[in-house]
């Protein structure tokens, strides 16, 4: 098996790269580098595997889950982290939610955070403790940012974001 290319149903070709036993086979996934640990039954049950790359561009063309401690989903519903990265990324990259808010035009996430690991590692030092309700603003530090990144967000309160909001002359709300 080894050296033997599967396409993927999800995240392209993926190589054999060891071969253990039918229990631990490990591939590399072509687009991306990342090699998972699979079994044997999963490449051959198919023609199309359904194997998933952590690493491919799957939310939104872009961003990706990653690898790390950070889980999007937790007993079937998607995590407060996740929920904040998912509306990000939509914000940036959903060609509708631009429609419905053009202030987004041109407004991007930068390279790190569009790994989901990445941002909840940020999210999680940064998101405040007090029990409060926190929205993520891209334009707290600069109201002229275009770019979602730990140098342009933080966490403000849906009041604070609305007043900065008026300030500035636009009425859209961003989270």
């Known amino acids: 098996m080894i050296g033997q290319t599967f396409q993927t149903k999800h995240c392209g070709p993926a190589t054999v790269a060891a071969y253990k036993n039918r229990d631990n086979v490990w591939v590399?996934?072509?687009?991306?580098g990342h090699t998972l640990k699979t079994t044997k039954a999963r490449l051959v049950k198919s023609d199309r595997p359904a194997l998933r790359d952590p690493l491919a561009p799957s939310v939104f063309g872009v961003g990706c889950i990653g690898t790390?401690?950070?889980?999007?989903?937790?007993?079937?519903?998607d995590t407060k982290p996740y929920q904040t990265w998912r509306a990000?990324?939509?914000?940036?990259?959903?060609?509708s939610a631009k429609h419905h808010q053009p202030s987004y035009e041109g407004v991007t996430v930068c390279d790190a955070w569009r790994n989901f690991q990445a941002f909840a590692t940020w999210y999680a030092e940064h998101y405040?403790?007090?029990g409060g309700s926190y929205q993520l603003d891209k334009d707290a530090r600069d109201i002229s940012a275009k770019c979602y990144s730990p140098e342009t967000c933080a966490f403000v309160?849906?009041?604070?974001?609305?007043a900065a909001r008026r300030r500035a002359g636009r009425h859209a709300v961003s989270r």
């Open 28 to 32: 590399v996934f072509t687009n991306t």
């Open 68 to 77: 790390g401690e950070h889980k999007a989903h937790h007993k079937g519903a």
């Open 88 to 95: 990000m990324m939509r914000r940036c990259y959903y060609r």
């Open 128 to 130: 405040p403790t007090d």
């Open 157 to 162: 309160t849906q009041r604070e974001n609305l």
